[in-house]
């Protein structure tokens, strides 16, 4: 990492800013793309609101949000990529949107460039097949857990031909960037998320029975397992749409212990996805 001096985020959404922010804030020059400047402002935006927060909670200085947001520099057409040493994709959950900009980047990006992406569930060996045979060993998986910058973990996962070095690399990228990275072979949902999907099918089984409300289940998981956060409201937190979506994934991979559940199906088709829209498994003031 001593020679790591600019990181390239590919996405300005909620994950993608806070990944961002999280180079920025340990020292490195950062340039954020999205399809537009306008949507990459507004995801800088929303990380002056978080430094704000930080700032009230005496984490941050007024000095330091100025330093990490002059850090970050925004292009709507990888200008800037070109000299990155590290790029992190973190676009919409999609293998084909994700191969075409990693195919993309190929072109753009110095050989030497490490690829990593944010994928929570996709085959990282089948993503790095959009990039030539001389980038496959820098291809990896860093998956990062919402909220970015508060969040400590990442998986780091190698694709089948990824090179020892470029994953001692992006376990030291992990480190240096004050998050605690842990080795994950590449299967279905990784580790994480086949541990908390198989908890969301059970909490979803549990209302479906009328065992407990959703307020209910959230508490009994703050208060007697110690969860900083509780199975409903995280779902919120994290779009049901998109746990829809990976749960449907886990369920191809592994059978019948990840079927979704009827109820989240039904809320999806409600457009009930959570926070992003006001209302899920809890309502929101947008």
């Known amino acids: 990492m001593s020679d790591v001096r600019k990181v390239g985020v590919v996405g300005a959404g909620m994950m993608g800013a806070e990944i961002a922010l999280c180079f920025a ?29 930080s700032i009230q909670k005496g984490k941050a200085t007024p000095e330091e949000k100025t330093r990490f947001l002059e850090s970050i520099a925004l292009t ?5 990529f070109e000299d990155a040493d590290v790029v992190v994709e973190a676009v919409f959950e999609d293998f084909r949107t994700k191969k075409e ?21 996709l085959p990282i060996t089948l993503l790095a097949t959009a990039v030539g045979p001389d980038r496959t060993g820098k291809f990896l998986g860093a ?7 508060v969040m400590k973990l990442v998986e780091v996962i190698p694709a089948l031909d990824t ?6 690399f992006m376990m030291d990228c992990c480190r240096k960037i004050n998050k605690i990275p842990v080795r994950v072979k590449d299967v279905a949902g990784f580790a994480v998320n086949r541990l908390l999907h198989a908890m969301w099918v059970e909490a979803c089984r549990l209302l479906e029975e009328g065992v407990a409300t959703p307020e209910d289940i959230d508490n009994a998981c703050r208060y007697g397992l110690g969860h900083p ?6 779902m919120d937190l994290t779009s049901n749409d998109l746990n829809l979506k990976v749960q ?6 592994y059978g019948e212990r990840f079927r979704p559940r009827p109820v989240l199906k039904q809320l999806v088709d409600a457009n009930h996805l959570g926070r992003k829209t006001g209302r899920g498994w809890h309502r929101y003031n947008k």
Do not use: M, W, Y
């Open 143 to 149: 998956h990062f857990f919402s909220p970015a910058f």
């Open 163 to 168: 090179d020892e070095d470029s994953v001692a």
């Open 76 to 80: 709507d057409d990888f200008a800037g």
């Open 25 to 53: 804030a340990s020292g490195f020059d950062v340039v954020i793309h999205e399809t537009s400047l306008d949507l990459a402002k507004k995801g800088k935006e929303r990380l002056g609101g978080i430094l704000d927060k």
């Open 248 to 253: 449907q994934i886990l369920f191809d991979a």
């Open 229 to 234: 956060i509780g199975p409903f409201a995280l």
């Open 101 to 121: 900009v990693f195919s993309r980047l190929d072109k753009i990006c110095k050989p030497q460039c490490i690829f990593a992406t944010n994928t929570s569930s």
